[in-house]
């Protein structure tokens, strides 16, 4: 099972994998990344599988040992024995997926729905909306505490409430006034522009420019990476949320 970021399965496959590969094995991978542009290639005498957990590592392994399973997806590239979906069905089943739920998908769907995912919404996109309505508040003369209760520290309770309940039992659960906002507001923040971004975006991880860019910039030594990272950890919302989370007491690090 290849579970190594993706700008480093290259080299440790071609390196640690590769030599010795023999007919009838089985290469596993967590995300399609590197069979899907082309950067690993398996022999056609091995079966190219993957089982990709919706979850990060450390919550598949703590659903796991409470009785419970985090969902996964399933794809097969290349069946070379002619049980390799069988394969991945037992592998996702043994970490906990068969009580989460197994979904089949491809290797490209998965790569693609994913970087995308992390993208315009999950990292990208939400994480942009909260620093710009914490930016907004502030620089209207709120305090910054009360700007990070109202766009970050309130995040969780709503998606919480919509992997629970869907977007109609998320509505259910919070006030009329906050409903009714919903509505007549959403809209404007999300416009036609930002979902034709929203589609050049995923226009540019379809081709592989994105991959591409990634791959490049780890080659130069991740210069635009780091600085950015240095960069948000000095932000402001970085400095309140740390300082009011230590004050947290019923907050779990």
């Not at 929203?198 to 994105?210: A, D, N, P």
């Amino acid at each position: 099972m290849m579970l190594v970021n993706d700008e480093k399965m290259k080299g440790i496959y071609d390196q640690k994998v590769a030599p010795f590969l023999s007919k009838g094995m089985s290469v596993a991978f967590a995300h399609g990344f590197n069979i899907h542009y082309g950067q690993v290639t398996v022999p056609t005498e091995v079966n190219v599988i993957m089982i990709a957990p919706k979850g990060p590592g450390h919550t598949v392994r703590s659903q796991y040992v409470s009785g419970r399973g985090v969902p996964c997806l399933i794809a097969v590239e290349h069946d070379a024995t002619g049980n390799a979906r069988e394969l991945a069905m037992a592998y996702a089943s043994g970490i906990g997926g068969g009580r989460g739920g197994i979904l089949e998908t491809t290797f490209a769907e998965e790569t693609e729905t994913d970087l995308f995912g992390e993208q315009a919404v999950l990292c990208g996109g939400v994480v942009a909306l909260m620093k710009a309505g914490f930016d907004t508040l502030v620089e209207a003369g709120y305090q910054p505490e009360s700007a990070y209760f109202e766009c970050v520290h309130e995040m969780k309770l709503i998606i919480d409430m919509v992997a629970e309940r869907g977007l109609s039992g998320m509505r259910d659960s919070i006030s009329d006034t906050a409903e009714y906002g919903d509505y007549v507001v959403g809209d404007r923040i999300i416009t036609d522009e930002t979902k034709a971004e929203m589609r050049k975006v995923l226009s540019e991880i379809q081709s592989g420019q994105f991959a591409r860019e990634w791959l490049k910039e780890n080659e130069e030594g991740r210069p635009f990476f780091a600085g950015k990272k240095k960069l948000e950890r000095e932000l402001l919302v970085e400095k309140v949320g740390a300082k009011l989370r230590e004050q947290m007491s019923w907050s779990t690090p």
